[in-house]
């Protein structure tokens, strides 16, 4: 597994060919200098998926997509596709919307089998405190990619965020070793109980 810098979100390549997330749109050249810098090419990524669809996560799908890489779309995340078109619009960023149409579509209770077929072990799970369309993918090895989910160590600083809590229980059940932020910096996890 490899994690990408390029911009403000780290992406994360795992080595049979799964990106997750890319960064916000206009990032592509910096994309290509990063991913040759740690010799992936974009022939070896073969999906692409999204831990939410907000401008920071999915900016360059659709430059991906066009090179034959395909999008794992999960089904809860279906409506929320289209969610930063109108921001990127209002912002005046150029940015081709997703096609989505062509995209794999799976649900995250048959992940694990998917994942499987492509060499990867573990699964996705839906985390919806961030976001509704929020995912996060929890490997066997311990590693959980977790996108924009608040840290654990901030469970405290909020009086009465049950999802919050409750994506963090649930991740914690894997009996996770190392969480990948797409903002913070990763943590290595000593058991604690939530």
């Known amino acids: 597994m490899t994690i990408l810098r390029y911009g403000n979100t780290n992406t994360v390549f795992i080595e049979s060919g799964l990106l ?3 960064d916000y749109a206009g990032t592509l050249q ?3 200098h990063t991913i040759k ?5 974009v022939s ?14 999915i900016g360059l799908i659709s430059e991906l997509l066009k090179q034959g890489v395909q999008l794992l779309l999960i089904d809860i995340q279906r409506e929320y596709v289209h969610y930063s078109d109108r921001i990127f619009s ?3 960023i150029p940015y081709e919307p997703i096609d989505e149409t062509k995209a794999v579509i799976i649900s995250c209770e048959d992940s694990r089998k998917f994942l499987n077929g492509i060499e990867i072990s ?13 995912i996060s993918v929890i490997l066997d090895n311990g590693c959980c990619i977790v996108g924009d989910l608040e840290p654990i160590e ?4 909020y009086e009465n965020n049950q999802a ?3 994506d963090w229980k649930q991740i914690m059940s894997y009996e996770p070793k190392r969480i990948i932020y797409a903002h913070a910096n990763e943590k290595n996890i000593v058991r604690k109980s939530i």
């Open 20 to 22: 997750i997330d890319t």
């Open 30 to 32: 910096r994309f290509y």
């Open 37 to 41: 810098a740690n010799g992936i090419r």
């Open 44 to 57: 070896d990524i073969k999906y692409v998926l999204a831990t939410h669809y907000h401008p920071d996560h």
């Open 90 to 92: 209002r912002d005046g």
């Open 122 to 134: 573990g699964e996705i799970i839906s985390t919806p405190s961030h976001s509704l369309d929020s």
């Open 154 to 157: 901030y469970l405290e600083a």
């Open 164 to 166: 919050l809590q409750a």
